[in-house]
């Protein structure tokens, strides 16, 4: 199975910061990686397909990259809406799989 | 407008089953592979089971933690995919979410609760 490996669990920014979130696959697969965020006792949303393509309706802030085993959201000038825990996913072979994903709090 | 909507959810006691249904609408459901995942209580995410489309044999997939116990599957005449859950146990409470599988798993139901406890 794919092991994904967020990291940090935990990021604490302040409103208007810019950050980057990371993504780990534990072997190579390609750009097969998506990337979601939920909020508190919502669905996930899905943010970026296939590593940096964009999402209708998704905010320019958000971007991606990467390719291969690392892979890093970013979010440009983070605003309130935004604080929340994000998750990326594989899609190159079963199990899909999820990272366990990164909290962004508020500082 | 793209909708999942989950059902069927509740308290179950152990060893015993459930079926849940997403009704869907707003898009060509045979056209789609589906999805089920689940989120145990203050946990991530968890991939459960995959249906294929007509294309792709009505294949199915499951994640290791389920599989002999589940069983996903799926009525294109009337958009519904399902997971019928046997022998449950109380590992298996959390939120269960459909999911529709584009590119990527693009949209997303509300999510149905399945409790296990005796």
């Known amino acids: 199975d794919i092991v994904l490996t967020q990291s940090p669990a935990t990021l604490s920014v302040t409103p208007g910061e810019s950050v980057s979130l990371s993504c780990r696959a534990s072997?190579?697969?390609?750009?097969?990686i998506h990337w979601y965020q939920q909020k508190s006792n919502e669905s996930p949303r899905l943010l970026i397909k296939?590593?940096?393509q964009s999402i209708s309706g998704i905010p320019s802030r958000f971007s991606g990259s990467g390719s291969g085993t690392d892979f890093t959201l970013s979010i440009n000038r983070v605003e309130s809406e935004d604080f929340s825990v994000y998750y990326c996913?594989?899609?190159?072979?079963?199990?899909?799989?999820f990272g366990s994903g990164t909290k962004l709090e508020i500082k | 407008e793209v909708k999942l909507e989950e059902s069927g959810g509740g308290l179950v006691q152990p060893g015993m089953s459930v079926k849940l249904s997403c009704t869907t609408s707003g898009f060509t459901f045979s056209d789609y592979w589906m999805e089920w995942v689940r989120q145990a209580p203050g946990k991530g995410l968890e991939w459960v089971a995959e249906i294929r489309n007509k294309a792709n044999n009505y294949a199915t997939y499951y994640g290791k933690s389920v599989k002999g116990r589940f069983t996903i599957s799926r009525d294109d005449s009337k958009s519904i995919v399902y997971l019928q859950m046997n022998s449950i146990r109380s590992e298996d409470t959390g939120i269960y979410y459909c999911?529709?599988?584009?590119?990527?798993?693009?949209?997303w139901g509300q999510g149905v609760m399945v409790t296990v406890s005796s």
């Open positions: 996913q594989q899609s190159y072979s079963l199990p899909l799989t």
């Open positions: 072997q190579g697969i390609s750009t097969s």
């Open positions: 296939y590593a940096s």
């Open positions: 999911t529709r599988r584009g590119a990527a798993m693009d949209y």
